[in-house]
């Protein structure tokens, strides 16, 4: 069974810091992963997807890189705004998404 | 893009009642549908894989006939809480892909249902 972990559960930074997330996942015969962001009692909404064939994703100031045989994937966000406050959920897809439990984020003014 | 309408958004119910939850696939066929449970500060915990036309696969741990699951169309699945009881209040998700489980797209998700059970 898929097993997905993200490092670190919490962080607070200042803003405009560039900060790493962290995701492994335990088997690497995946078809992507996906990124999401989940604000306090919300839904989620998907940042980036990475296919197992790609090494990497960029959306605006988020990059999300994937290496699939070490089983681990990185979003990165540059320039960190108060805004970018929220927890960071990391999600594998092997006929079934299975989610990390979060990065919560805070980002100070 | 792909959107995962819920409904409803939120609920609340008495203890010993039966909750209805929608999911629909408002711009693409959806033959697997995912269902999701999330307690407070916890990570989404897969519940159910729901298939068009078959039975619901369920998680380990999770009651399937406490949480049935019918996935009567390709654009409809539906999750119904039995007899809820007060431990059944989370925040339930679903997620729907186009293509079904093999794909090499991301899935889509509702906005959520938060089912308070008193």
């Known amino acids: 069974k898929q097993e997905v972990t993200q490092i670190p559960a919490a962080l607070s930074v200042p803003e405009g810091e560039n900060l790493v997330l962290n995701c492994s996942f335990t088997d690497s015969a995946i078809y992507n992963l996906q990124w999401f962001r989940q604000d306090p009692g919300k839904g989620l909404t998907s940042l980036l997807l990475i296919q197992s064939s790609q090494r990497e994703q960029t959306s605006g100031r988020l990059n999300a890189s994937l290496d699939k045989s070490s089983g681990r994937s990185t979003l990165y966000i540059a320039a960190s705004q108060p805004g970018d406050s929220a927890t960071y959920l990391c999600a594998v897809n092997n006929n079934d998404m299975r989610f990390g439990a979060g990065t919560r984020l805070t980002v100070k003014p | 893009g792909a959107v995962v309408s819920q409904h409803p958004s939120w609920v609340i119910c008495k203890s010993g009642t039966s909750v209805k939850i929608e999911c629909r696939s408002l711009d693409f066929q959806a033959t697997t549908m995912f269902w999701y449970r999330q307690f407070p500060k916890q990570s989404l915990m897969l519940m159910a894989t729901?298939?068009?036309?078959?039975?619901?696969?369920?998680e380990q741990g999770v009651e399937k006939d406490k949480f049935l699951i019918n996935h009567a169309s390709l654009t409809l699945s539906t999750l119904t809480v039995t007899s809820a009881h007060p431990e059944d209040s989370s925040f339930y998700i679903c997620?729907?892909?186009?293509?079904?489980?093999?794909?090499?797209?991301?899935?889509?998700f509702g906005s959520g249902t938060r089912l308070t059970v008193v």
């Open positions: 729901s298939n068009e036309g078959s039975k619901a696969t369920y």
């Open positions: 997620s729907a892909g186009e293509g079904g489980t093999n794909i090499n797209y991301g899935y889509t």
